[in-house]
């Protein structure tokens, strides 16, 4: 019927690139539909083909649709596969920073500490030997004799030297050996002297 016609006395060719054989298939299938040759297919002539069209584009869409959720779990595993990789990359980074700041540091502390542990000892030896100084003088002073007292206040004003006991000596020597903190230890003192004086004048006078 209507294939002969289609085939025969139509001008339809086979597109560029196009397979041959599976254009010739699509011109007899299409033939074979066209009844009256007229190369228009009739709607209710394609009822055929509307179960294997469906069956088809189901399969179609199935495939494409496994295809698009394998692509999919495929950039999942590979961004997952790259997001494990950049932190891992970072941690690393990070522990090494943590590493270089925990060396720095401790060296630093220990550096702190061997400069801080060297001053105490000295600033320790420094007391230690001024406690020792106090110490041996308060047990000198403890145990002088009153001729040595008198040779300790003369060595304190001249400090060993031959000189005259002038005003500016015993001056510097009140204030050296902080009897000037408090006003009655001044006080005190002028009162022995004024003392000395008095006993003094009745050994002239007596």
Do not use: W
């Amino acid at each position: 019927m209507g294939a002969t016609a289609s085939v025969r006395t139509g001008k339809i060719e086979t597109p560029d690139g196009y397979d041959k054989n599976k254009f010739k298939l699509i011109r007899v299938m299409f033939d074979k539909l066209d009844h009256t040759g007229d190369m228009v297919v009739a709607k209710e002539q394609l009822k055929c083909l509307s179960d294997y069209y469906i069956r088809n584009r189901l399969g179609r869409l199935q495939k494409n649709l496994n295809v698009a959720a394998n692509t999919l779990n495929g950039n999942i595993k590979k961004l997952e596969s790259q997001k494990d990789i950049v932190i891992d990359k970072l941690i690393k980074e990070r522990d090494d920073k943590i590493r270089e700041l925990r060396k720095e540091y401790r060296d630093k502390i220990q550096e702190i500490t061997g400069d801080y542990t060297t001053h105490i000892n000295t600033q320790n030896e420094e007391v230690q030997r001024t406690c020792d100084n106090l110490s041996q003088e308060m047990r000198t002073l403890q145990n002088v004799t009153d001729t040595g007292k008198d040779q300790q206040i003369l060595f304190a004003i001249t400090k060993g030297e031959k000189v005259d006991i002038t005003f500016e000596k015993f001056f510097d020597f009140i204030k050296e050996y902080q009897l000037d903190t408090e006003i009655y230890c001044l006080q005190e003192m002028t009162q022995l002297a004024v003392q000395q004086e008095l006993e003094q004048m009745k050994h002239l006078l007596g």
